[in-house]
């Protein structure tokens, strides 16, 4: 069992940037695909982006594409979202997840039902 640990998330103008961090215990996170998904109040848990094992294939909500980029440390156990030109809609909890598949070419996927371990979350707002 892998257990995840977001931070880095606060309180940010509008345009501005956040780096969160998810760092993994209790597993290696090389054996895992990673996603991050965010939920706003009143709506769903949504896809935001997410990272192969080997870091070499990346998907990208087409809202965050060109402004978040996620990348991944495996040697430090360590998933980043870098967050740039941060819009108030980006506003939301995110979560990081972790989606154990045996290959490490397993494409990261989009549904949060495929992720077989998540943290609990940190508040991002960006305000206007």
């Known amino acids: 069992q892998v257990q995840l640990v977001e931070s880095g998330g606060g309180l940010v103008q509008a345009g501005g940037s956040l780096r969160l961090s998810c760092a993994a215990s209790?597993?290696?996170?090389?054996?895992?695909?990673m996603g991050w998904f965010r939920q706003a109040p009143g709506k769903e848990r949504e896809f935001v982006t997410g990272?192969?094992?080997?870091?070499?294939?990346?998907y990208y909500a087409d809202s965050v594409k060109g402004r978040f980029t996620i990348s991944r440390d495996n040697a430090k156990n360590t998933v980043y979202l870098q967050m740039n030109s941060l819009k108030p809609e980006d506003t939301a909890v995110y979560y990081c997840?972790?989606?154990?598949?045996?290959?490490?070419?397993?494409?990261?996927?989009?549904?949060?039902?495929?992720?077989?371990?998540w943290g609990q979350g940190t508040q991002v707002t960006v305000s206007s």
């Open positions: 997840a972790a989606d154990q598949c045996g290959s490490i070419w397993c494409p990261p996927h989009r549904s949060p039902d495929e992720y077989d371990y």
């Open positions: 209790g597993r290696t996170l090389s054996g895992y695909a």
């Open positions: 990272i192969s094992r080997n870091g070499g294939t990346t």
